[in-house]
């Protein structure tokens, strides 16, 4: 999405008016950048915008203050039209203190000629080596092209807030309202909102921070700028993806959520603890990662289908239960929130790379059904899917989302219940005489699920190789054909998906295949040089096992295919990469030898989510080759 201005004077103040424009807020860790963020986001949704908010985290939970790899805060991308992903580089940023900015100009994440905010309280810092930092700080951003504006943020928050650390934020939520012409009453209405649950008191100290902000700006700002909304026809909810995959769990009718806080995860589990019981389910936090999958898994057996929730190293130390769940025939759904890897890796930042472990990762052959959400939406309806798909199997469904998904903030329409999405009441009545608790159907490999107590059902679950019923056997035979009714599984469900659509032509030079959080993007880029004659199209796939049928047929119809990922792949420009040793992307290995096409790859693992322009470079020189 490109910008469009377009500027009209109001008095000695400019006004102008933008297609678009992206807005950072950084401070030191518990300073309020994040929530200023995402409040500034949810006003912009509620005035009838397109939002994408990313939140900026840093590692490590509490680093030093003032420095440059503490940056914590929120990007924000308002737009006049529907925003898929957070854009390309910052418009603006409003900086506590110079430090923090220093690590994303050092990561090429602000426009040339940036709007700067820089809170102007370390320039007579009595720390002489503190106000030296800053004067050259903010004279080498001057240097560098940069539009710095110096604001007294905690000066002016000292005349309302003894602390005044802690209304910064509000204060900056203020001027960014007068700045992008956002109702001041909505904004009262928000923070009311996000301090609901504190004092009055609280909350009234928060609107005279905010409305201090807002009379600042309308003082001291000659230029302002108005990005056109359209009010929403159905109503809107706004929300990240963990709470929209916790509110998913809810619509679900699943009962329990069992699992261990990790990043970036845990708060899909914080949302659920705070409301899960008015619907009644239980959050159970359990005493580690593979105590969490054990509790799903027996709860499960007893006719609860139930979810657990992880991230990378969390989804490690489940497998053995996972596998377990596998070998027994136990709904499960479990739900992985990517972070980059391997072993702690970057706990708070975006990767891929946990495909492969989804789909492969056991001792044994375990058959699991892989989806991925690409959209916050997706985080919502992909765990009604998942829930159905795992009863009606008798299997385990891993969803995978990231990071990115998880925190960023998005508007979409509210869901209307509808009970289909339940799960129908479980049949307790006698179990036929002759039924076998794995009595598998020759052609689709389900069988009946059995649940403890049920008359006529009574058989030993076990995780050692069985027959029908359930006794331990380890002949030949008998191994084999367990191990092929739990595959049938998988290609009956594939029987039921339809083939993914196309995003742009149905023919052409180049298809970009991607899955999950990169959607966004890759559309945004394809639809950029599209605009242009180029013929490029995408598809986004949202099962990776099974994989929807007909891609080897929508790939026939194009010259190249490649994938977008954020995962690793050898680049071939590499002296020493060759076609013999160069290795592939996630899903461009699982493309090559599914569909038997060449198909390439290109992946970016900086912890960050890829930008357009950077997806569009890529496919333009793709195609130039």
Not at 199 to 205: G, L, P, T, V, W
Not at 235 to 247: E, H, K, M, Y
Request: proline share 5%; with cysteine.
């Amino acid at each position: 999405m490109t910008s469009q201005n377009t500027s009209t004077q109001a008095g000695s103040k400019t006004i102008t008016t933008l297609k678009e424009h992206i807005i950072e807020i950084i401070s030191d860790s518990g300073e309020g950048a994040q929530r200023c963020g995402q409040s500034l986001g949810s006003i912009a949704a509620r005035m009838g915008n397109g939002i994408w908010t990313t939140e900026i985290i840093p590692a490590e939970i509490r680093p030093p203050a003032r420095s440059v790899a503490g940056a914590s805060g929120n990007r924000i991308r308002i737009g006049s039209g529907y925003i898929t992903n957070g854009g390309d580089q910052t418009d603006l940023v409003v900086a506590f203190n110079e430090q923090v900015l220093l690590g994303r100009v050092r990561d090429r994440e602000l426009k040339p000629g940036c709007i700067i905010f820089l809170e102007s309280l370390w320039r007579k810092h009595p720390d002489l080596n503190i106000s030296m930092a800053y004067i050259e700080t903010h004279d080498r951003l001057v240097a560098a092209g940069y539009r710095v504006i110096e604001i007294p943020m905690e000066q002016e928050c000292q005349l309302l807030n003894a602390d005044p650390k802690r209304g910064k934020n509000m204060f900056v939520l203020g001027m960014l309202c007068y700045l992008y012409s956002f109702e001041l009453q909505m904004a009262r209405d928000q923070i009311a909102l996000t301090f609901g649950k504190k004092a009055q008191s609280i909350i009234d100290a928060n609107v005279k921070l905010l409305e201090a902000g807002y009379q600042w700006g309308e003082s001291h700002l000659d230029f302002s700028f108005r990005i056109p909304a359209t009010p929403a026809q159905q109503p809107q909810i706004v929300t990240n993806g963990n709470t929209s995959l916790a509110l998913g769990v809810m619509a679900s009718g699943m009962e329990l959520c069992s699992m261990y806080p990790i990043t970036p995860a845990t708060s899909a589990s914080h949302y659920l603890s705070e409301v899960f019981e008015k619907v009644g389910g239980i959050v159970h936090q359990a005493e580690d990662e593979i105590a969490a999958c054990a509790f799903a898994i027996g709860a499960s057996y007893a006719s609860k289908c139930t979810i657990t929730i992880t991230s990378g190293p969390g989804y490690s130390l489940k497998q053995e239960a996972i596998g377990l769940a596998v070998m027994a025939e136990i709904p499960l759904v479990v739900v992985n929130v990517q972070r980059g890897g391997p072993s702690t890796g970057q706990p708070t930042k975006v990767e891929q790379g946990d495909l492969m472990c989804a789909i492969f990762g056991s001792h044994g052959d375990a058959p699991k059904v892989v989806m991925a959400p690409a959209t916050i939406e997706d985080c919502f309806y992909s765990i009604i899917t998942a829930r159905k798909i795992a009863e009606a199997f008798n299997m385990v469904v891993v969803v995978l989302t990231d990071a990115s998904l998880s925190s960023s903030q998005q508007p979409f329409t509210r869901p209307v219940f509808n009970e289909s999405w339940l799960a129908p009441p479980f049949d307790q009545s006698p179990v036929p005489e002759g039924a076998r608790p794995y009595d598998w159907d020759a052609t689709t490999g389900l069988a009946r699920r059995f649940i403890p107590g049920q008359p006529g059902g009574m058989h030993t679950v076990t995780g050692l190789a069985h027959d029908r019923d359930s006794h331990v056997a380890y002949d030949p035979d008998i191994n084999q054909e367990s191990l092929r009714a739990r595959s049938l599984k998988l290609a009956a469900l594939q029987k039921t998906l339809t083939a993914p659509e196309v995003f742009g032509g149905d023919s052409g030079d180049l298809l970009v295949v991607g899955w999950g959080s990169t959607k966004g993007a890759i559309e945004e880029a394809v639809e950029s040089l599209r605009a242009e004659g180029k013929k490029v199209s995408s598809i986004h796939l949202r099962f990776l096992m099974p994989m929807q049928p007909g891609i080897k047929e929508i790939m026939q119809r194009f010259k190249q295919v490649m994938t977008i990922e954020i995962n690793w792949s050898d680049s071939p420009d590499e002296e020493i990469i060759d076609e013999s040793n160069r290795r592939y992307s996630s899903l461009a290995i699982l493309l090559r030898s599914r569909c038997l096409i060449d198909v390439d790859c290109w992946s970016e693992v900086r912890g960050q989510p890829i930008k357009p322009s950077t997806i569009r470079r890529v496919l333009l020189a793709k195609l130039n080759k």
